[in-house]
Protein backbone atom coordinates (compact mmCIF):
# COMPACT_ATOMS: atom_id res chain seq x y z
CA UNK A 1 0.00 0.00 0.00
CA UNK A 2 0.95 3.71 -0.61
CA UNK A 3 0.25 6.97 0.33
CA UNK A 4 -2.23 7.36 -3.05
CA UNK A 5 -4.16 4.43 -2.14
CA UNK A 6 -4.63 5.08 1.18
CA UNK A 7 -5.90 8.17 0.53
CA UNK A 8 -8.25 7.25 -1.93
CA UNK A 9 -9.40 4.39 0.63
CA UNK A 10 -10.38 7.25 2.67
CA UNK A 11 -12.57 9.17 0.57
CA UNK A 12 -14.26 6.07 -0.57
CA UNK A 13 -14.82 4.62 3.09
CA UNK A 14 -15.52 7.12 4.86
CA UNK A 15 -19.02 7.89 5.39
CA UNK A 16 -18.93 11.79 6.38
CA UNK A 17 -19.34 14.34 3.52
CA UNK A 18 -16.40 14.05 1.51
CA UNK A 19 -17.73 15.65 -1.96
CA UNK A 20 -16.98 19.03 -0.49
CA UNK A 21 -13.05 18.08 0.24
CA UNK A 22 -12.67 16.47 -2.88
CA UNK A 23 -14.42 19.28 -4.79
CA UNK A 24 -12.09 22.09 -3.02
CA UNK A 25 -8.72 19.63 -3.54
CA UNK A 26 -9.99 20.06 -7.20
CA UNK A 27 -10.27 23.80 -6.70
CA UNK A 28 -6.44 24.10 -5.18
CA UNK A 29 -5.66 22.92 -8.53
CA UNK A 30 -6.90 25.72 -10.30
CA UNK A 31 -6.65 28.63 -7.78
CA UNK A 32 -3.46 28.41 -5.09
CA UNK A 33 -5.41 29.62 -1.58
CA UNK A 34 -3.52 32.13 0.56
CA UNK A 35 -1.35 30.65 2.65
CA UNK A 36 -2.65 30.31 6.14
CA UNK A 37 -0.52 29.50 9.53
CA UNK A 38 -1.74 26.23 9.41
CA UNK A 39 -0.10 25.74 6.12
CA UNK A 40 3.22 27.23 7.69
CA UNK A 41 3.17 24.70 10.77
CA UNK A 42 2.60 21.20 9.21
CA UNK A 43 4.04 21.81 5.43
CA UNK A 44 0.71 20.55 3.95
CA UNK A 45 -1.77 23.09 1.72
CA UNK A 46 -4.49 21.09 3.35
CA UNK A 47 -5.12 18.29 4.72
CA UNK A 48 -7.76 15.11 5.70
CA UNK A 49 -8.42 13.22 8.81
CA UNK A 50 -5.41 11.03 8.08
CA UNK A 51 -3.44 12.74 5.30
CA UNK A 52 -1.51 16.07 4.19
CA UNK A 53 -1.56 17.42 0.69
CA UNK A 54 0.84 19.97 -0.67
CA UNK A 55 0.58 21.86 -4.11
CA UNK A 56 3.99 22.76 -5.39
CA UNK A 57 2.11 25.33 -8.06
CA UNK A 58 6.00 25.73 -9.01
CA UNK A 59 6.40 22.07 -10.43
CA UNK A 60 2.70 21.76 -11.16
CA UNK A 61 2.64 18.69 -8.73
CA UNK A 62 0.67 17.28 -6.13
CA UNK A 63 2.65 15.12 -2.91
CA UNK A 64 0.17 13.23 -0.48
CA UNK A 65 1.77 12.68 2.73
CA UNK A 66 0.05 9.64 5.39
CA UNK A 67 0.58 12.07 8.04
CA UNK A 68 -0.73 9.95 11.41
CA UNK A 69 2.75 7.36 11.13
CA UNK A 70 4.88 9.36 8.49
CA UNK A 71 6.96 6.34 7.61
CA UNK A 72 4.12 3.95 7.16
CA UNK A 73 3.76 5.19 3.23
CA UNK A 74 5.53 6.34 1.40
CA UNK A 75 4.45 9.82 -0.07
CA UNK A 76 3.39 9.67 -3.79
CA UNK A 77 3.73 12.20 -6.43
CA UNK A 78 1.34 12.64 -8.67
CA UNK A 79 1.00 15.71 -11.61
CA UNK A 80 -2.17 18.55 -11.55
CA UNK A 81 -3.52 15.85 -14.28
CA UNK A 82 -3.15 12.95 -13.08
CA UNK A 83 -4.46 14.51 -9.27
CA UNK A 84 -7.68 15.77 -11.00
CA UNK A 85 -8.39 12.19 -12.86
CA UNK A 86 -8.15 10.63 -9.20
CA UNK A 87 -10.24 13.33 -7.86
CA UNK A 88 -12.78 13.54 -10.40
CA UNK A 89 -12.76 9.60 -10.55
CA UNK A 90 -13.21 9.68 -6.08
CA UNK A 91 -16.44 12.17 -6.84
CA UNK A 92 -17.80 9.79 -9.13
CA UNK A 93 -17.45 6.72 -7.43
CA UNK A 94 -18.94 8.10 -4.09
CA UNK A 95 -22.08 9.84 -5.80
CA UNK A 96 -22.61 6.26 -7.81
CA UNK A 97 -22.61 4.73 -4.19
CA UNK A 98 -24.98 7.06 -2.97
CA UNK A 99 -27.39 6.53 -5.90
CA UNK A 100 -26.80 2.58 -5.28
CA UNK A 101 -28.18 2.92 -1.50
CA UNK A 102 -30.82 5.11 -2.57
CA UNK A 103 -32.40 3.09 -5.25
CA UNK A 104 -31.77 -0.33 -3.22
CA UNK A 105 -34.09 1.02 -0.37
Known sequence: ?????????EML??????EGFISDLL??????P???????????T????????FYDYDKGEVTISYKVVPDMYEPYTLSFVQ???????L????RNQKWQMQHNK
Open 27 to 32: GNLKNQ
Open 34 to 44: IPTLEQAQTGY
Open 46 to 53: TVSNLHGI
Open 83 to 89: FQAVLEG
Open 91 to 94: LTLR
Open 13 to 18: NDQGRK
Open 1 to 9: MDSLRSFMD
